[in-house]
């Protein structure tokens, strides 16, 4: 955080950043069974993530107060977020004594993503009295956000993950 300070003038700037990786694997196995005893399904996965994220911004605040003791605050927040995320799907649920069709997933989850944030605050406060103060402010948002996911299947011809399921 860096800090400037001149009298009736305060400036404060605070940049960030973080980078940040995950990696992450589940193993399951589970059965149902219904009031009988029987077994209706039994299920196995076997899945994997591993995910990569940038954030990046800053905040900027100008602080000026004025002789009669009123003051005007402004605040600019600026950040830019960047991930990217691929889960790998290998599970299979088989069911018994239904006409359910078995679930036999081996894919790949890729999913980008953006999301851009800008905040602005202005805002002027004068004393009225020793007690009382008059504020008035105005609030700027902007925001953007972009996922973009894809799933892919696992071909078994030719052994690699070509078919986007939609």
């Known amino acids: 955080t860096l800090e400037w ?3 009736l003038t305060k400036i404060f700037f605070a940049p960030k950043y973080t980078y940040t990786i995950n990696n992450s ?3 399951s196995d589970s059965q149902s069974i219904d009031e009988n005893g029987q077994l209706r399904n039994e299920s196995l996965a076997n899945n994997r993530n ?16 004025f002789k009669d003791k009123s003051y005007l605050n402004a605040t600019a927040d600026l950040s830019f977020n960047q ?8 599970s ?11 679930d036999i997933r081996n894919q790949l989850e890729d ?3 953006k999301n851009n944030n800008f905040n602005f605050d202005l805002n002027y406060t004068r004393p009225i009295s020793d007690s009382l103060k008059l504020a008035v402010g105005s609030r700027y948002k902007y925001n953007f956000i972009d996922n973009d996911e894809i799933t892919w299947d696992y071909d078994e ?6 078919s986007q399921n939609d």
């Open 5 to 7: 300070n001149n009298n």
């Open 25 to 27: 694997s589940t193993l």
């Open 50 to 65: 591993e995910s990569k994220s940038d954030n990046i911004g800053s905040e900027i605040t100008l602080y000026q107060g």
């Open 83 to 90: 991930s990217k995320q691929n889960n790998r799907i290998n």
């Open 92 to 102: 299979s649920t088989v069911f018994y004594n239904s006409n359910n069709p078995d």
């Open 111 to 113: 999913n980008n993503s």
């Open 157 to 162: 011809i030719t052994g690699q993950l070509v």
